[in-house]
Structure formats: structure tokens, C-alpha cells
């Protein structure tokens, strides 16, 4: 993968773990969800039960995990954390649940990827506090039903939309994260910079934030690149020189596009002549999953004006054929 897109492997996590803000207040931009979050947060300890269900919806990369921990963080209670895909089977589900402790806050990632029979588990027991062990096999299998203290689900999606209605429901408080100003990502490499203890030049800084495609993860990640190419080839100095140079050895360019973004851009239009064409052959084109270019890429192509959505398939606008530096075909003609 590329320096902005890639899987996160364990070492990043680690990486990633040491910049994460504790406490609301430290939790940079997001203005409208922080305000709202903070008044769930306060007025559930208010009246001493645990908070409703919270659904937090956004691109990768904006921090919902984050606000998981600081809702247990603040809330003083233990957090457990899962995802839809690491859910195989509704016993899974039912394992974690009935194992959790009064107020615990259990996170769940990508919560539109759990499977039907464990999405069905989930909103009884966000609803009731119940869950249905099955015992035994075919005839003479029964369900028992079991108790749960009130814990506290907090979901993850890329869109609230991919949740089915009847999830969606069960969640008391949806927060919708967007992209982040570059003056916020300013911000949160600055913060970053001190905990890693560098000395990042505020030129430095802008320079990151502007190619951080809206992303804090992106931005983090791009701050530690540029470290040690300070450290390795520079002065140590993290200036404005040693950013330009480190994200250009990283293949990050003034848009802050990646080496996979402009990848989709450039099939787009040397291959399907700038569409339309369907998302999954753009996707397998450029020998991708469907999904890592739907949540990963397209979103801020979408926003940056380069790509469009249209119903017979994505289109190249004219701004990613000048991006690109190539001609764009005379459009009356086709
Ligand atoms: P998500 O769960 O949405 O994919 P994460 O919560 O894992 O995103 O955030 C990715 C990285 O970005 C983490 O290292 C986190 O510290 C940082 N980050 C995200 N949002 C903020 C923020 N608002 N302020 C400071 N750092 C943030």
C-alpha cells in the first residue's frame, strides 16, 4: 500500500496509540459531536446510569475509535473493544456480551459489517439487556434467555447509512465525524510533535496539514515520515524543507493525493477515457478491494472535485485531467 492508505499493521496501532488524545477536551476540531457527546456524557453521569447507545459514523482515520476510549475514559468505566468482521458467529457476540460488566462501554468497529444473526443479537440486547444463549442442537436445542447489567454499545461505520434501520434505531446519540481544516490538523501534528518530543517548525506543520487529505491518522502518519527523514537525511530539524522532501520521497503531492489516489485517477482516464465507469472495475483496475477505494479514496477525490458519482458510474471532471497533466477529451464529440 501507499503512505496514506495503508492497512494499518501492528506497529503503526502502537504508533498510533501513543498520539491519542484521553480526554474530550484534548480531542481537536469536531466542535458539534464534542459539544453533543459532552452533554450525553455529563448528563448520563448525572443521573448515574450509563449513557445511550452511540453510533459515530465517518471516513477512517477521523478519530471514532478515539472517542470510544474517551467515552470510557470520561465515563470511568472499563472498555471493551471488537469489530463486525472479527464476529464470525452470533456465539462470538453472545460470549462478549454476557461477559460484560455493569457500564462497560463495548466498541464495535465497522458495526455494518457484523453478520445478520449477530446484528439481530446485538439490537435485543441494546433494547432489552438480553441475550438468548442457545443450548443443545436441532430439536432439542433451547434458547435461555440471560440478563445483562446496562452497558454501553458504541458503534463505528464509514456511513450511517450502511446500517440496517432497525440497528440504527437502537442508537440513542449518531455523531457524524467529518474532515478535519488544515488549521485542526495544524493543531493535532502540533500536539503530536510534542508528545514525540521533535521540534516542529509551524511552516512544517501547515505543510503536513495541507496534504493530509482532511484525515488525522494521515497526518500523524505523515508527521512520523517526516521525523525520520530528518533524522536519516536532514539535520533533525522537522522545517518546512524536510517536509516538502520527506512527502515527496513518500509520493504524496500538493493535493495531498497519494500514490493510490492518483492511481484511480489515472485509470479513470487513460483506461475508461474518464468514465463513466463502475466503481468495483475501477477498484479492480488498480488492484484494489471495492471497498478500500469506496471508504478510502473516493470520498475525498468526491470532495476535492475530481471525481463525480454518477448514476451510470464514476466520471473524471476536468480538474483531474489538468491534475494529471493530461488533455481531456473533447466531450461534444463522444
Ligand atoms: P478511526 O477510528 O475513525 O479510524 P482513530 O480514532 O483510530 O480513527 O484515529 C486515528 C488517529 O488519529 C489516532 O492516532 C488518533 O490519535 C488521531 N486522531 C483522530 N482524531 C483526532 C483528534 N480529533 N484530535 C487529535 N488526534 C486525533
Known sequence: GSVTSAESGALERAAEAALRPRRLDEFVGQQVVREQLSLVLDAATGRGRPPEHVLLSGPPGLGKTTLAMIIAGELNAPLRITSGPAIQHAGDLAAILSSLEEG????????????????????IAMEDFRVDVVVGK???????????PPFTAVGATTRAGLLPAPLRDRFGFVGHLDYYRPAELHEVVARSAVRLGV???SEAAAEIAGRSRGT???????????????QVRGSGQLDLAAARAALEVYEVDESGLDRLD??????????FGGGPVGLSTLAVSVG???ETVETMVEPY?????????????????????????LAEPDPVRG
Open 301 to 325: 477525490l468526491v470532495r476535492e472535485g475530481f471525481l463525480t458519482r454518477t448514476p451510470r458510474g464514476r466520471m473524471a471532471t476536468s480538474l483531474a485531467w489538468e491534475h494529471l497533466g
Open 288 to 290: 484494489e478491494e471495492t
Open 138 to 148: 436441532g430439536v432439542g436445542a433451547t434458547s435461555i434467555p440471560l440478563e445483562l
Open 199 to 201: 521540534p516542529l517548525a
Open 104 to 123: 462497560e462501554v463495548l466498541f464495535i468497529d465497522e458495526v455494518h459489517r457484523l453478520a445478520r444473526p449477530a446484528e439481530e443479537m446485538l439490537y
Open 262 to 271: 492518483r492511481g484511480v485517477l489515472q485509470a479513470l482516464c487513460t483506461r
Open 216 to 230: 488525522p491518522r494521515i497526518a500523524n502518519r505523515l508527521l512520523r515520515r517526516v521525523r525520520d527523514w530528518a
